[in-house]
């Protein structure tokens, strides 16, 4: 065997099996969408109080903040593949015990629901992505992130269309089964994969960062938290603008529903729909653009992408709820795909950039800063819609995102034409010079 076929085919078998957990991967995120929508009317019908959805969505993301907060820890512990096999055999255990609660213990076991699918599905986005440079060639980074961002897009319009039918058909009971067997089938998939990911992983040692000498066992995980975010210029800029644009996306979410009820009080949900549908449709569309771009340039999107995507994103979202007609809102929400798709893989990316020891923590405080900032957004916006129309309430949170991105972008653009300048500022070389190397000026 020549040694060109060899590399090809070590190259080859890990993408295939990080391609068999990204379809894994998918089937859980449709059986989780799916859920989304089958456990909030379950909620109502079983409390019979809309109030009950809201505390049950805050239980759900209170988890999912905690669970952030923790990942590195758990990552520098354990590999990134125990962590994804458990988070999911977990949730399955906990969704068949609520087919198999009597009806006395429906609500324990519904709180019991929140709690661990909020908790385990941030530990599992965590793990994953934080394992996929140990998964894949690092040229192949950007395709690889895309690839799972297309695979949840596909999911969650499969499940929101899905879900109403399912539940109408053949009721709750078998809504839930189908989860739980969807987390089941990810399992099964976790479990064909090679040990990758996290400090256990890869065998790194969870030494401080910077040569720090080192601290008590119970200190470390905050400090290495904060060195993630000081480890890469911006880092820690680039992080809270994703929690601001997760504050943004709550307002999208609870008022898309107010406004398609005011342009079809009789449909309410055709809106709501169709916007989704289009809106993965530009996104799946922006992930074969970035795919293409990546394996003919070797190029990542980079930071400055991210910064462009949020912006184009947040106008995309405030135009959505503009009144245009119907085709400009069309157009609107597959741009709007488009650049969350854009910031999706650029931010991913950059984070992934990080070595093996800072990226658990790094994409753990991430999901406690998006989950912060959706569930702080969805009281605040809840709250601001009964005084306010959506497109003013939407303006305000997505105004807010468009201001730190531009702050980012402003960060960025300037570190870089500083580098820029100190390039520049080498000599070029004189005739005498043997090896045609530049000196620094003064």
Request: one cysteine or more; aromatic letters at 8%; hydrophobic letters at 50%.
């Amino acid at each position: 065997m020549t040694p060109g076929i060899g590399t090809t085919d070590n190259t080859a078998r890990p993408e295939r099996r990080y391609r068999l957990l990204v379809a894994g991967y998918a089937v859980s995120s449709y059986g989780t969408f799916l859920n989304t929508v089958a456990l909030n009317l379950f909620v109502y019908a079983t409390t019979g109080r809309a109030l009950a959805m809201g505390l049950f969505m805050a239980v759900r993301l209170a988890s999912g903040f905690a669970a952030g907060l923790t990942a590195g820890g758990l990552l520098a512990r354990f590999t990134a593949k125990s962590v994804m096999l458990w988070t999911n055999a977990a949730q399955a255990a906990v969704m068949l015990s609520l087919v198999l609660a009597p009806e006395g213990l429906r609500t324990g076991a519904l709180v019991a629901v929140c709690v661990v699918v909020g908790a385990c599905g941030t530990l599992f986005m965590v793990a994953l992505r934080s394992s996929v440079p140990e998964m894949v060639a690092p040229d192949r980074l950007t395709w690889a992130n895309s690839l799972s961002i297309t695979a949840r897009s596909v999911a969650m319009v499969a499940g929101f269309a899905s879900a109403g039918v399912v539940v109408s058909l053949v009721g709750y009971t078998a809504a839930f089964v189908i989860d739980t067997a969807t987390f089941v089938v990810c399992a099964v998939t976790v479990a064909l994969l090679p040990v990758a990911g996290g400090a256990a992983g890869t065998g790194a040692k969870a030494e401080p960062a910077g040569g720090a000498e080192a601290e008590p066992p119970g200190r470390r995980r905050m400090p290495v938290a904060l060195a993630a975010l000081a480890a890469a210029p911006g880092l820690g800029l680039m992080v809270a603008l994703r929690g601001v644009d997760a504050f943004g996306s709550s307002s999208h979410n609870a008022a898309l529903p107010v406004h398609s009820s005011s342009l079809d009080a009789s449909h309410p949900a055709v809106f709501v729909s169709a916007f989704w549908c289009l809106w993965a449709v530009g996104n799946i569309g922006a992930q074969q653009v970035i795919q293409r771009c990546a394996r003919r340039t070797g190029r990542a999107v980079g930071a400055l992408g991210f910064g462009y995507g949020t912006v184009v994103m947040s106008a995309a979202f405030i135009l959505a709820f503009a009144g245009l007609p119907l085709a400009a809102t069309a157009a609107v929400a597959l741009v709007a795909g488009a650049a969350d798709g854009l910031t999706e893989v650029s931010y991913t990316s950059h984070l992934q950039t990080l070595s093996a020891r800072l990226r658990g923590h790094a994409f753990g405080l991430s999901a406690t800063f998006e989950n912060l900032g959706f569930g702080v957004g969805m009281i605040i916006v809840a709250a601001a819609l009964e005084g306010y129309s959506p497109l003013t309430v939407v303006a305000w949170a997505h105004g807010a995102a468009i201001m730190v991105a531009l702050g980012f972008l402003l960060r960025v653009s300037a570190r870089q034409g500083g580098e820029q300048g100190v390039r520049h500022r080498v000599r070029p070389p004189r005739r005498g010079d043997r090896d045609g190397a530049g000196t620094p000026l003064g």
